[in-house]
Nanobody, 124 residues
Framework: QVHLVESGGGLVQAGGSLTLSCAAS????????VGWFRQAPGMEREFVAS????????YYADFVKGRFTISRDDAKNTVFLQQNSLKPEDTAVYYC?????????????????WGQGTQVIVSS
């Protein structure tokens, strides 16, 4: 059975940094693509970043380019989302998910396993 567990969220001031983690069990992350999505209250879930199964291909939403970095530690079977220069508009619940096709799609409907989410709150 596949489980994804996010951690690392919290309350941070604008301009600060957080590192979100997505630890997997029941599958090997370097065989699939992993995406990060976020959902703010009253808003639709939106794509943030993803990593192709090959690891060296990554994709980012325009609003996080240059501020967020997705990475993977195969030994820990964990994917990370380093968040720098956080803004109040980054406040949301962040979810990691698995794209079994391996491409790192921006379309959340492609993803078949999701974590429970971790809350990020950025104060101004």
């Amino acid at each position: 059975q596949v489980h994804l567990v996010e951690s690392g969220g919290g309350l941070v001031q604008a301009g600060g940094s957080l590192t979100l983690s997505c630890a997997a069990s029941g599958l090997t992350l370097h065989t699939v693509a992993v995406g990060w999505f976020r959902q703010a209250p009253g808003m639709e879930r939106e794509f943030v970043a993803s990593m192709h199964w090959q690891g060296f291909i990554t994709y980012y939403a325009d609003f996080v380019k240059g501020r967020f970095t997705i990475s993977r530690d195969d030994a820990k079977n964990t994917v990370f989302l380093q968040q720098n220069s956080l803004k109040p508009e980054d406040t949301a619940v962040y979810y990691c998910a698995v794209d079994p096709y391996g491409s790192g799609s921006r379309n959340f409907s492609v993803y078949n396993y999701w974590g429970q989410g971790t809350q990020v709150i950025v104060s101004s």
